[in-house]
């Protein structure tokens, strides 16, 4: 069956790092773009970072600000969302998703969604 599933979402203080992992497994994600995606509490779903199927294109909005790197590990099916100088803006559910279409113009489009994991960054 086809599922992505987050995972390494964590309590954390300002200033900390987490690594968020997508894990694949019913389809080959190497096939798939892969976007990151969060939700705060009381507000809408937002893109956060994107990766092609291949690795070449990467897109970030401006939050991250060189903060956040996204990479992936076609061969252990996973996508990854390293995430350093952590804010507490940055608290969210992060859900990573996969679609055909590549990075950028829209965040729209994605066919499959994982769970979710929470961050929490707060002292």
């Known amino acids: 069956q086809v599922q992505l599933v987050e995972s390494g979402g964590d309590l954390v203080q300002p200033g900390g790092s987490l690594r968020l992992s997508c894990a694949a497994s019913?389809?080959?994600?190497?096939?798939?773009?892969i976007g990151w995606f969060r939700q705060a509490p009381g507000k809408s779903r937002e893109g956060v970072s994107c990766?092609?199927?291949?690795?070449?294109?990467?897109y970030y909005t401006d939050s991250e600000k060189g903060r956040f790197t996204i990479s992936r590990d076609n061969a252990k099916n996973t996508v990854y969302l390293q995430m350093n100088s952590l804010k507490p803006e940055d608290t969210a559910v992060y859900y990573c998703?996969?679609?055909?279409?590549?990075?950028?113009?829209?965040?729209?489009?994605?066919?499959?969604w994982g769970q979710g994991t929470q961050v929490t960054v707060s002292s």
């Open positions: 990766i092609s199927s291949s690795g070449g294109t990467t």
């Open positions: 019913g389809f080959t994600l190497g096939a798939y773009t």
């Open positions: 998703a996969a679609r055909f279409r590549t990075c950028g113009s829209t965040w729209s489009n994605y066919n499959y």
